[in-house]
Nanobody, 134 residues
Framework: QVQLVESGGGSVQAGGSLRLSCSVSGLTFSRHGLGWFRQAPGKEREFVAAIAWSGDNTYYADSEKGRFTITSDNAKNMVYLQMNSLKPEDTAVYYC???????????????????????????WGQGTQVTVSS
């Protein structure tokens, strides 16, 4: 049974940093893509960052490039999202998600082009709240 559990959320002032963690069980990192998404009140869930092929490939939303860093620790089955220079507009519930890639061909032809799609991911955590005050 696949389980994703997020932690590390909290309240921080603008310009501060937080590190989110996602504990993953029930799947093999090397065959899956792992992503972070967020959802603010009244808004749709949106892509933040993703990592695939055991950390060899990373992807970011344009607004997060240079501020957020996604990493994975395959030995510990953990995925992290380091968030720096936080802004009030980063306030949201942050979700960890996973999807099966399965093969280099699937990665090249499909995942690498669709990693940002909410509908691509099969497994989701319960979310962790991040609040950034001005």
């Amino acid at each position: 049974q696949v389980q994703l559990v997020e932690s590390g959320g909290g309240s921080v002032q603008a310009g501060g940093s937080l590190r989110l963690s996602c504990s993953v069980s029930g799947l093999t990192f090397s065959r899956h893509g792992l992503g972070w998404f967020r959802q603010a009140p009244g808004k749709e869930r949106e892509f933040v960052a993703a990592i695939a092929w055991s950390g060899d490939n990373t992807y970011y939303a344009d607004s997060e490039k240079g501020r957020f860093t996604i990493t994975s620790d395959n030995a510990k089955n953990m995925v992290y999202l380091q968030m720096n220079s936080l802004k009030p507009e980063d306030t949201a519930v942050y979700y960890c998600a996973a999807t099966t890639i399965g093969s280099p061909t699937v990665y090249k032809t499909y995942y690498s082009r669709n990693y940002y799609r909410v509908t691509l991911y099969d497994y989701w955590g319960q979310g962790t709240q991040v609040t950034v005050s001005s």
